[in-house]
């Protein structure tokens, strides 16, 4: 399987199963969509009667050898050798987990999926003893593997601020007990953000997700507190204060575009310009929600990411790099095997845990009874549901088998085929086109740094 397109003067070829990238000229371009395995000895007559209307007919046949040579070379065309490895994906110890540490939150942002904090089951925050225990089941379920990761989400973790370092101290003290390490990372709103929190942020945490939707117009009308009032410049003041005393640390800082800013490459510099360097936006999807994108904002969604595109591109000309983690693609090594196949271990490897002690395939499932796992203060765990997660690859869902990104999307994202599919085998579809799109500027993207600019 191949994937072919133009974009930024580029004629890229995509060698899906090899994850080989090709920047051909015209004919070969051109000569691709004549030809395919098995190949003759020669280039037969009809495409060459067909091609040399425009090309040289000896060019036609060197251009046919070359693409023949690729396939022997197994870089193009070549066979799928992945779906061996989804007998494999077999239930796995868990390595990673979400601690909702807080189903509460002080902002009333217009797009929340978790319903303004509370996943739609009531406002409260988790306590110590829930939180001693969720470290427990990571510790016991996590088999050999010695790094394990833990995310403070919401709501808001800060409004569960002593809890939250009453955690991260109880697993500390069982790291040696158990010959694991520990990597923590928090998600928060900023805005009970202070020294004393950056601080430990800083020294303790892995990374941080701060949220914040670009510029102070599209996030001040989007994230709001109760009483309607935008929350920019209130929290852009202390995200600087952290990312410059954060050093060497990961961290981003996290938006969201919606169908009311589609000129979301605004947002993005915008952020940019603030003092960011690592910028995460996300888009909103779903079906019959005021803010999410539709097929229709498609067009405008992909002319846009091409801006953003040539933008950064410029951007780098002038010396002024940035990440921007959507085009942020491995085209050289890729994650393992397992991972392509399934992603991001969604019920499987990786689970989340509410305040209540119950548990979920990931923070998105949450508050979907039809899959809560188990308890933890109950000792329950459903490996049924468990094995059927590690199954759901790209080759359970029918519509990932046949697609040329299956290889870096993984089959998407399960919550989203679940809650706008009814299937988590089912691709949802406006997603489905995002990722596409964004892979197919990332790849540009690696061509123009190789390259450099085409006529």
């Not at 101290?169 to 202070?194: H, M, V």
Request: negative net charge; contains cysteine; hydrophobic residues 35%.
């Amino acid at each position: 399987m191949i994937h072919k397109y133009k974009l930024c003067g580029f004629n890229i070829v995509l060698d899906v199963n090899s994850g080989g990238v090709h920047i051909v000229d015209e004919l070969t371009y051109d000569l691709l969509d004549n030809v395919e395995p098995p190949f003759e000895e020669k280039c037969p007559e009809k495409v060459m009667e067909k091609l040399s209307r425009i090309y040289d007919r000896q060019e036609i046949e060197d251009c046919y050898q070359e693409i023949v040579e690729l396939y022997n070379d197994k870089i193009l065309f070549s066979e799928d050798d992945y779906e061996k490895y989804a007998k494999w994906s077999v239930a796995s110890p868990v390595k990673a987990m979400c601690l909702n540490i807080a189903h509460d939150c002080q902002l009333r942002c217009r797009y929340c999926f978790a319903s303004t904090g509370d996943f739609g089951k009531g406002r409260k925050l988790m306590s110590f003893e829930t939180g001693k225990h969720a470290i427990d089941f990571l510790l016991e379920n996590s088999g050999d593997r010695p790094n394990l990761e833990v995310d403070f989400f919401g709501g808001e973790p800060l409004m569960n601020w002593e809890t939250v370092k009453r955690i991260v101290d109880y697993a500390r003290s069982r790291e040696e007990e158990y010959g694991k390490k520990f990597r923590f990372t928090i998600t928060t709103n900023g805005l009970l953000l202070n020294d004393e929190k950056i601080d430990y942020i800083n020294r303790e945490m892995s990374n941080v997700v701060l949220s914040v939707d670009g510029r102070k117009e599209v996030n001040d009308y989007m994230r709001v507190l109760p009483g309607a009032d935008g929350c920019y410049d209130i929290i852009v003041p202390k995200y600087k204060k952290l990312v410059d005393s954060r050093g060497e640390k990961e961290y981003y800082v996290r938006g969201t575009f919606t169908n009311k800013n589609l000129d979301f490459s605004e947002d993005v510099f915008a952020l940019y310009e603030a003092g960011f360097d690592q910028i995460s936006i996300e888009p909103v999807v779903g079906e019959g929600e005021e803010y999410a994108l539709t097929e229709k904002d498609l067009p405008a969604v992909f002319k846009e990411y091409e801006k953003l595109a040539k933008r950064i591109l410029d951007n780098e000309k002038e010396g002024r790099k940035f990440n921007f983690f959507h085009f942020m693609i491995d085209l050289d090594q890729g994650p393992c095997a397992i991972k392509r196949l399934r992603g991001c271990g969604c019920g499987n490897d990786y689970v989340a845990i509410t305040p209540d002690g119950d548990i979920y395939p990931c923070h998105q499932f949450v508050g979907i009874d039809e899959y809560k796992m188990g308890n933890i203060d109950e000792g329950t765990f459903d490996q049924e549901m468990k094995k059927d997660f590690a199954n759901a690859h790209i080759y359970s869902k029918p519509d990932c088998r046949r697609c040329w990104a299956k290889f870096y999307c993984s089959g998407g994202c399960n919550a989203n085929n679940y809650e706008y599919m009814g299937d988590i085998r089912k691709a949802h579809k406006i997603s489905c086109e995002l990722e596409k799109k964004r892979l197919e500027v990332a790849i540009m993207m690696k061509a123009f740094r190789t390259y450099g600019e085409q006529e």
